[in-house]
C-alpha cells in the first residue's frame, strides 16, 4: 500500500484525498500548513472544538496522505505532503478536458442544428 491509499484497499487514493478535503476544517488545517509546518497546539489554536476531536481532523488528513508529521520530545509538528494535491489537481484538470471537449461537443451539434434550420 503506498502512502497515497487509505485504508480500504479497494478504494483509489483520490477518494480519501476528496473525503477528506470535504470538510472545511481540515481544508483550513491544509490552508494554514501552506504557510509552514506546525504543531498541533498550534494548528488547534484557531478552532472552537476540543483537541481530541481536533486530532481526529489531523489523523484523516495523514491517513490520507495529504500532511505528515514528526514527533520531537513532546512536540508534533505536521507538515503539508504536496503529492497527493498535485493527484487531486490532475483529476480535476483531465475532468476540467473531458467537459470542455463535451461541452465544444455540444456547441457544434447546436450550430449544426441552427444551420439546418434556416
Not at 508529521?69 to 484538470?93: C, F, I, M
Request: proline residues 8%.
Amino acid at each position: 500500500m503506498t502512502s497515497l491509499q487509505t485504508t480500504t484497499p479497494s478504494r483509489p487514493p483520490i477518494d480519501g484525498i476528496f473525503r477528506a478535503l470535504s470538510d472545511p476544517t481540515r481544508r483550513r488545517v491544509v490552508e494554514r500548513l501552506n504557510r509552514s509546518p506546525a504543531s498541533v497546539s498550534e494548528l488547534a489554536q484557531p478552532f472552537d472544538m476540543a483537541l481530541p476531536s481536533f486530532i481526529e481532523h489531523l489523523k484523516i488528513l495523514e491517513g490520507c496522505g495529504l500532511v505528515r508529521s514528526q514527533k520531537t520530545g513532546r512536540v508534533r509538528t505536521y507538515q503539508l505532503a504536496p503529492e497527493p494535491l498535485k493527484l487531486a489537481e490532475n483529476w480535476l484538470a483531465e475532468q476540467r478536458t473531458l467537459w470542455e471537449r463535451r461541452l465544444d461537443q455540444f456547441e457544434a451539434y447546436v450550430m449544426t442544428l441552427q444551420e439546418t434550420e434556416k
